[in-house]
Structures are given as C-alpha cells and as structure tokens.
C-alpha cells in the first residue's frame, strides 16, 4: 500500500457505516464496544492507517450490517482512551474523501472495502455575504465545547465553514450527505444558506 496520503491509489480498508458525514479536518468522537471494531481499531493502530467513514443509508450501527453512501472521508484515530465504563473512547479526525467501490463481510462483521481517493481541492475563500456563517459557526463549536472548540480558527475558508457546519449542525443524515456530495464548497455554502435561511440569504 503507497504510503503517500495524497495520492490517488485504489486501497482496501476497514469500513465503519455511521450515521454522521465527516469532512476532511472534522473531529469524530467514537466510543466502541463491538469486537469487529475493537479489531478495527487494533488494526488501524498498529500500522497508523486509516478507515473509512461512509453514512448509513440502510441499518443500524450497531449490529448487524449497513448499506452505506457511495462515498465518505477517511478518518484517522488521534488519540484514545479506556473509559470509565469499560468502552474504548476514541477521537478520530477526518482525512481525504473516498469513492467507495466493492465491499466485502469478513468473519466477524467488519466491512473491507474498496475505495479510490478523491483528488484534495483547493480552500475558496469565504465570501462576504455569508461571513454571518463564519460567526455562526464559531458560536456553534463554543457551544459544543471541547474537542471541537479547537476547529474554531481564524480567516477560515469556504470549504471549512461549510464542512464544519454540515457536521455540526442538526440536519438530516440525507441532507448532509447531498451537501458532502457536492464538490464545490461556495455551492456548498449557498445551498447550506438556503437550510438555514429559508427567508433568504441576502
């Protein structure tokens, strides 16, 4: 496997259905429990590679199995922790889009899938008639504390203010999914506006 995150290469790897979207630079708090995961995450540990995120369009997380979208970003654990209830705590941030391809069931449940890296876009700068989105956001990561407090930073792009936003914001996981779909973040932000703002942007 190249060892280049950037590169687009044809990769498989673990599969972890959700019902969140991330985005890359978004934080992913986890706590698991199941042994296909707890796998997962030994895996991913010990050779400091990634797994893929893709939301659920049919199934649960846990049990069982789940359809997933055709895409999704890969998110790599930065750090981890036993907690109090015995469940392993994890914190996960999010890397580079993915175009899922063909998935396979292995013994234990866990899904093995293969995908193709979606090539990294450049940050757009944030236009002036959504900066009110930019101090939304900042109040919304306040709110929510710690870890994702530290996602607030300054002169934030297009691309950030609109993922960060998906992410946090209490949309549906249809809707957050359409959003990640699109592949230009000003478009992304516009239609976010018109969820938000349904009166208007202006």
């Known amino acids: 496997m190249s060892t280049d995150r950037h590169k687009l290469t044809n990769e498989r790897v673990a ?10 630079g978004g934080l992913l708090p986890l706590r698991i429990f199941e042994p296909r995961y707890l796998r997962m995450v030994s895996e991913c540990l010990r050779a400091d590679e990634p797994f893929a995120v893709a939301a659920i369009r049919d199934g649960s997380e846990v049990g069982g199995f789940a359809s997933t979208a055709g895409a999704g970003t890969l998110a790599r654990i930065v750090d981890w922790q036993q907690e109090d209830d015995g469940l392993l705590g994890l914190l996960c941030e999010g890397e580079q889009t993915f175009s899922l391809g063909e998935v396979e069931v292995e013994p234990d449940g866990l899904l093995r899938a293969q995908i193709e890296r979606r090539p990294i876009v450049v940050p757009q700068a944030m236009p002036d ?68 703002r349904p009166e208007g942007c202006d």
């Open 129 to 196: 008639e959504l900066f009110w989105m930019t101090e939304l956001l900042d109040d919304v990561l306040q709110h929510m504390g710690a870890p994702f407090k530290r996602l607030a930073v300054t002169d934030p792009s297009a691309d950030h203010v609109a993922a960060r936003l998906i992410e946090c914001l209490p949309l549906p996981l249809e809707e957050k999914q359409a959003l990640f779909e699109i592949d230009d973040a000003i478009q992304r932000l516009w239609r976010l506006c018109g969820l938000i």
């Open 15 to 24: 599969l972890f259905p959700l019902n969140v979207v991330l985005f890359p």
